[in-house]
């Protein structure tokens, strides 16, 4: 049974940083690529970044370009989110997902919430 | 960016009845198209990928048709845990993929 577990979310103030992980299991990890999509409260889903199988690509929203960096580290079968120069609209549910073969998103994790407020 | 937009904003449905939801693309993503279905709460739960190709476990009440710039999903006989919020997704530039802004189906 596939099964994603993110952790590391929280209220944080403007201009400081966060890191995301997302514990996956039930999958050989290495073999797909892995995105993190968010939600602002009562909106709709937005794609953030995304990461291939190996890590050796790497692709970004243009609106947290420059400032998120996604990694993952196959051995310990975990992705991350390094969030810095957090502002107001990074506020979100964050979610990591499993990317299908194409770029469909097959698995979801339970999500955690970021909240940037002063 | 490919921009997506969903139609009805919100449907209102009898259990039993039939739901019938539009995605249409800013220019062609050819098949490469998702839904979604998000409950109050819950993580997005994959429907349909490749436009018509039901994922592992989804009900065959579950349909998807359509390419290019018009796509459907329709749910033949809504059950009362099909009330939900659901989102295509375009996957036609991977990984920059991009969200409809979303069906909310209720009850009627």
């Known amino acids: 049974e596939v099964q994603l577990l993110e952790s590391g979310g929280g209220l944080v103030q403007p201009g400081e940083s966060l890191r995301l992980s997302c514990a996956a299991s039930?999958?050989?990890?290495?073999?797909?690529?892995m995105s993190w999509v968010r939600q602002a409260p009562g909106k709709g889903l937005e794609w953030v970044s995304a990461i291939s199988g190996s890590g050796g690509g790497t692709y970004y929203a243009d609106s947290v370009k420059g400032r998120f960096t996604i990694s993952r580290d196959n051995s310990k079968n975990t992705l991350y989110l390094q969030m810095n120069s957090l502002r107001a609209e990074d506020t979100a549910e964050y979610y990591c997902?499993?990317?299908?073969?194409?770029?469909?998103?097959?698995?979801w994790g339970q999500g955690t919430l970021v909240t940037v407020s002063s | 960016e490919i921009v997506m937009t969903q139609s009805p904003a919100t449907l209102s449905v009898s259990p039993g009845e039939r739901a019938t939801l539009s995605c249409r693309a800013s220019q062609s993503v050819r098949s490469n198209l998702a839904w979604y279905q998000q409950k109050p709460g819950q993580a997005p739960r994959l429907l349909i990928y490749?436009?018509?190709t039901r994922a592992t476990g989804i009900p065959a009440r579950f349909s998807g048709s359509g390419s290019g710039t018009e796509f459907t999903l329709t749910i033949s006989s809504l059950q009362s845990e099909d009330f939900a919020v659901y989102y295509c997704q375009q996957y036609d530039n991977w990984p920059r993929g991009t969200f409809g802004q979303g069906t909310k189906v209720e009850i009627k």
């Open positions: 997902a499993k990317t299908g073969v194409a770029g469909w998103f097959d698995f």
């Open positions: 490749g436009a018509s």
């Open positions: 039930g999958f050989t990890f290495s073999s797909y690529a």
